[in-house]
């Protein structure tokens, strides 16, 4: 499996901007995606995950209620929709996939990563 992410850019604090990530390659029923992301000298971290399966979800809590994760499973697509962003959330942002089935927002479980897309919110 292949993942290509899109959609990052230079925005100022309180706007938005989407992410995208394609899957290509096969999937399963258990195949599931998530989003990490990374600032210089810092690990990388969870950002959000959905199940390709029943379209379950999970946040981090710096992000849960501003932004959205969603799936098209017949375009084998996973968005990230951010709102109302800070300067904090300047990072590379990463795309990954796994197929084991289980929800994880450790990054070690994730199997599949995309190359990364920079966002950057101005204060």
């Known amino acids: 499996v292949q993942l290509q992410a899109c959609g990052g850019g230079l925005v100022q604090a309180g706007e938005s901007l989407r992410l995208s990530c394609a899957a290509y390659g096969r999937t399963s029923s258990r195949f599931h995606m998530g989003w990490f992301r990374q600032t210089p000298g810092k690990e990388r971290e969870f950002v959000a995950a959905?199940?390709?399966?029943?379209?379950?979800?999970y946040y981090a809590d710096s992000v849960k209620g501003r932004f959205t994760v969603s799936g098209d499973n017949a375009k084998s697509t996973v968005s990230l929709q951010m709102n109302s962003l800070k300067p904090e959330d300047t990072a590379v942002y990463y795309c990954?996939?796994?197929?084991?089935?289980?929800?994880?927002?450790?990054?070690?479980?994730?199997?599949?990563w995309g190359q990364g897309t920079l966002v950057t919110v101005s204060s």
């Open positions: 990954a996939a796994d197929q084991s089935g289980i929800l994880s927002t450790v990054r070690s479980r994730y199997t599949y």
């Open positions: 959905i199940r390709w399966s029943g379209g379950s979800t």
